[in-house]
């Protein structure tokens, strides 16, 4: 309860942009997504319907806001996390079986992307194993160093937040990956390469931040090269039944909380990615939901938090971190309640002749 | 910034048809060693875009380069060397990378490219 007061109090007028989103089904050709004005609640806006479109302009700056925002968060926050958690800025992949111990967590980590790469069939023999390799939502690099060693492959990282790019940079050029991995300040949604340039398009944990999920994946998609794989691992909202316009108003109010914290925009569910990518024409698509094999996550980030070095950690951090902290047993809260949903979806994209 | 980087990098503001190659304004530009990988280099070959390249290193004050390449060159160890000096040792630290089309200036700072586009250019 007192995390839930503090997040909630005070913090009204802060900004934050909403979704985008189009999807398309056999019943349901594929309409825009409504907008709505920067500070209303969202309501999963892929099922909303008639309702006036708001002008572009303020979407485009909730977006910028939102950008803004995200920057800021991993600039303060990325050196904290690195201290305690190592260059893996994403969740571990458990066997819900198992016990877990602290240290299995950064091989657990390494065993989400092994996990994640065995999911999309990505082929390991020489000819076929990729060669270009972008990590969109790049963290500090810590996917981009392990694909671009794993595979002998180029890399190119992404992220938002120059501190984090910096950091990555460092660390790339410290282990001896001079040339191979390389980092960019750019926007997810505005990828800035040529299209078709990489065989594997790599969203580890960043599509959450994305405020238009058709942007996002469409931007995924033209990088990727023809008979390139495409994987995203990110955060979800549970599927809507047939029935559902949109999730429960608690449901929602949870998720409203957890986004202002960790600047998110509106979530989407994992269905909804995988229409989009059929929509446009992707092959093999595929998804999970690996709720149960992240469990022991966030109660492990949490345990850190509350060490001493946590604490002293946090104190000397930033509010945005802080807030950040104060809201991670609402992800649990959230797991708990079947409405997130940690998710993976992979596909192909065709070879055109 | 290595020269590999700005290989791969396009301007995609909204309008422009050919944003590739950008050009390069160096404010500065340092020389790093880095151990010569042959079989990287020849995976990376066939797709670097050569004429890019060679214009990207000479604005960075390298010269050696042919302006002419066939795969069969891989085979000699001089060019490997001019290669893979151009293409990795050079770094722009601090500059721009400029758009073809509309002369918009993306800035490098520390040798971080930021990409980012302002909300009229989306």
Sequence with gaps: MWVEGISSSGWRSHVYAMGHLATSSPTNPIRPALTMPIGENATNSLRSRGRPRRNTMSVRAASDTLRKGIAEFYDESSGIWEDIWGDHMHHGFYDPASDVSISDHRAAQIRMIDQSLAFASLPDESKQKPKSIVDVGCGIGGSSRYLARKFGAKCQGITLSPVQAQRAQQLADAQGLNGQVSFEVADALNQPFPDAQFDLVWSMESGEHMPEKKKFVNELVRVAAPGGTI?????????????????????????????????????????????????????????????????????AVIKSALTWKGITSLLTSGWKTIWGALVMPLMIQGYNKGLIKFAIITCRKPNRP | MRLLTHNMLSSNIKGVTSGFPLRIEVEKMVEKEVELNADFLRNMFAKVEWKALVEASKTLGYTELPDNVEPSMLDSDEFLNRFHHALLELHLEEGALVCPETGRKFPVNKGIPNMLLHEDEV
């Design chain 1, 231 to 299: 994987i995203i691992v990110t955060w979800c909202h549970r599927d809507l039944s047939p029935s559902e316009e949109s999730l429960r108003p608690e449901e929602k109010d949870l998720l409203d909380r957890i986004c202002r914290a960790f600047y998110l925009p509106e979530w989407c569910s994992t269905a909804d990615y995988v229409s989009l990518l059929r929509s446009i024409s992707m092959e093999d698509v595929k998804s999970a939901d690996w709720s149960d094999h992240v469990a022991p996550f966030w109660p």
